[in-house]
């Protein structure tokens, strides 16, 4: 009778181990199976500071009046063609750096006063998304990506300021792509 105890002891401990060792491997694989993308996102109050907001649409609006071509839209659904929606924000994230990095830096002396204030915004959420990162294959993003900033590069100064006339646009898309 002894026997048959220590024998139904020891086989409820080992299938307590394992149940135990089963559930640290689920967990580890849980774990790993994380989106990469759980870093792309942007704190939706930076959205609602509506000094910001109407700093960031004065100055699109100002480089709206400046920009001669109606018929180019770089902001837009284009950016987003064969782009899964998790990797939405990654995308917007790429298009922010090109902004700060490659027409708002060299054109900081230009549409004054609001400028300074909207690169201190947009560089606030271009710091969020730091650790953002795709999810798969990002071929398709970076050529969406690359598609727009040849597009700009092709207008030219032109193409600088119509970037600046779409901040509105780049405003909604972070908002709705990250938070």
């Known amino acids: 009778m002894a026997f048959l105890q220590k024998s139904m002891s020891f086989s409820l401990m080992g299938t307590l181990a394992i149940s135990c ?5 689920l967990w580890a694989q849980e774990a790993a199976a994380l989106p990469i ?6 704190d939706a109050s930076d959205f609602q500071r509506p000094y910001f907001t109407n700093r960031t649409f004065m100055l699109a609006e100002e480089a709206s009046l400046a920009d001669n071509n109606t018929d180019v839209r770089l902001i837009g659904d284009e950016l987003y063609r064969g782009v899964k929606m998790q990797d939405r924000c ?12 490659e027409v708002l830096s060299p054109q900081s002396d230009r549409f004054q006063p609001h400028m300074q ?9 271009s710091n969020q998304l730091s650790l953002c990162r795709i999810s798969g294959d990002g071929r398709r993003i970076q050529k969406n990506v690359q598609t727009m900033k040849e ?9 600088k300021i119509k970037v600046i006339g779409e901040l509105n646009l780049l405003f909604f898309s972070l908002r709705n792509a990250c938070v």
């Open 37 to 42: 993308t759980s870093h792309c996102k942007i």
């Open 21 to 25: 060792l089963l559930l640290i491997v």
């Open 151 to 159: 597009t700009v590069k092709k207008l030219g100064e032109g193409g």
């Open 90 to 101: 990654y995308v917007m994230k790429e298009v922010l750096n090109f902004t700060l990095e």
């Open 117 to 125: 204030e909207v690169v201190s915004f947009l560089t606030k959420l």
